[in-house]
């Protein structure tokens, strides 16, 4: 519902805002999703290893590194999900579960944080793409 006290020029305004608001947060959300993505990318640094369901060699990641990428089934899980207000970028479906475990660590297993790592890296471009999208309109 409409605010009374606005005019018609100044509903007009918040709605524009809003929207270039909203554009601004989008492109946030992919500067995130992008660097996370290449986070995930790094080879691991640890002993090397063969899997045989699909066959395959591989270097695993050392405790307190981001996880190597083995099937790319976490990195092809960061995604953006539009909510009404904001935008969540983060691993979706089962991954999920093993991105948590990865990032924190489980009594068996050190963690390989990927998501801290990722913000931090990213917090500057999240930045920079939000004063731009909202500078230039």
Same mark, same amino acid.
Not at 54 to 65: F, I, M, N, V
């Given at each position: 519902?409409?605010?009374?006290?606005?005019?018609?020029?100044?509903?007009?305004?918040?709605?524009?805002?809003?929207?270039?608001?909203?554009?601004?947060?989008?492109?946030?959300?992919?500067?995130?999703?992008?660097?996370?993505?290449?986070?995930?990318?790094?080879?691991?640094?640890?002993?090397?290893?063969?899997?045989?369901? &699909?066959? %395959?060699? /591989? =270097? $695993?990641?050392?405790? !307190?590194?981001?996880?190597?990428?083995?099937?790319?089934?976490? +990195?092809?899980?960061?995604?953006?999900?539009?909510?009404?207000?904001?935008?969540?970028?983060?691993?979706?479906?089962? &991954?999920? %579960?093993? /991105? =948590? $475990?990865?990032?924190? !660590?489980?009594?068996?297993?050190?963690?390989?944080?990927?998501? +801290?790592?990722?913000?931090?890296?990213?917090?500057?471009?999240?930045?920079?793409?939000?004063?731009?999208?909202?500078?230039?309109?």
């Amino acid at each position: 519902m409409a605010n009374p006290a606005l005019t018609p020029g100044a509903v007009l305004l918040l709605a524009a805002m809003k929207r270039q608001h909203r554009k601004a947060l989008a492109e946030a959300a992919v500067e995130l999703q992008g660097i996370w993505k290449e986070v995930l990318s790094q080879p691991g640094k640890g002993e090397p290893y063969v899997r045989y369901s &699909p066959k %395959r060699k /591989g =270097r $695993a990641s050392r405790p !307190g590194d981001p996880p190597a990428p083995d099937q790319g089934l976490l +990195r092809a899980s960061i995604s953006i999900e539009d909510h009404a207000d904001s935008f969540r970028v983060g691993p979706a479906g089962p &991954p999920g %579960r093993y /991105g =948590r $475990a990865l990032e924190y !660590g489980t009594d068996k297993m050190d963690p390989r944080p990927h998501a +801290r790592p990722a913000k931090r890296i990213a917090e500057h471009q999240m930045t920079d793409a939000i004063v731009f999208t909202l500078r230039t309109g």
